[in-house]
């Protein structure tokens, strides 16, 4: 009986600190994974001509990754970034910018920061994704705490992941958006 109670306990103690979602939170559809599927939802604070996202390709039927309704004519004359945001690699297809046409002006943005102000309001679910994918969150749909969220006026809560130095543990990390400024809280859930 005196070697059965720790054992109890121990297990109890196991059972009772597994990490779970709050009830109330939706699992975030698998295909929002992916921040190159996240763009086409970006609704702009400011009013551009044409926007469009673009990967560091010299060719240009390679290099979109998105692009609004374009204008019938437009010109481009100044030079494609250095760098941009996502930046994975050096080379071709390393990292995303932005291009905008704003009266008749080419504007890039390509840094994670200038994609959050190009965002501005977090209008949508995958808005407030890409600006969690900015400071390294991302979605694993193989597990509810790295893959949910809930919504309300003010608030985008989300439930997402960062890889940790083993590539074999996640950590979690619960993250409130706020949708009228885009500033964010973090708290970590721990590995798992």
């Not at 994974?33 to 551009?48: A, G, M, Q, R």
């Not at 995958?126 to 893959?147: F, K, Q, R, W």
Request: net charge negative.
């Amino acid at each position: 009986m005196k070697v059965l109670f720790p054992i109890v306990l121990l297990c109890s103690g196991l059972v009772f600190s597994q990490k779970t979602v709050p009830a109330g939170y939706q699992k975030i559809p698998e295909i929002l994974d992916n921040p190159e599927l996240l763009y086409p939802f970006i609704v702009p604070d400011k009013k551009y001509d044409y926007w469009s996202v673009l990967r560091n390709n010299p060719d240009p039927d390679k290099a979109v990754i998105y692009e609004s309704q374009a204008p019938d004519f437009m010109t481009l004359n100044d030079p494609t970034p250095e760098k941009g945001f996502f930046q994975k690699c050096l080379g071709e297809d390393c990292f995303s910018y932005l291009l905008a046409c704003e009266k008749g002006k080419t504007k890039y943005f390509s840094t994670e920061q200038q994609l959050r102000d190009f965002i501005g309001t977090v209008d949508n679910l995958p808005e407030a994704i890409l600006i969690a994918n900015t400071y390294g969150y991302t979605v694993d749909t193989g597990n509810a705490l790295s893959s949910s969220y809930k919504m309300d006026d003010k608030n985008i809560f989300l439930y997402l992941t960062k890889l940790t130095n083993n590539t074999e543990n996640k950590e979690s990390f619960f993250i409130k958006i706020n949708r009228k400024t885009g500033k964010h809280e973090v708290k970590s859930n721990g590995t798992f």
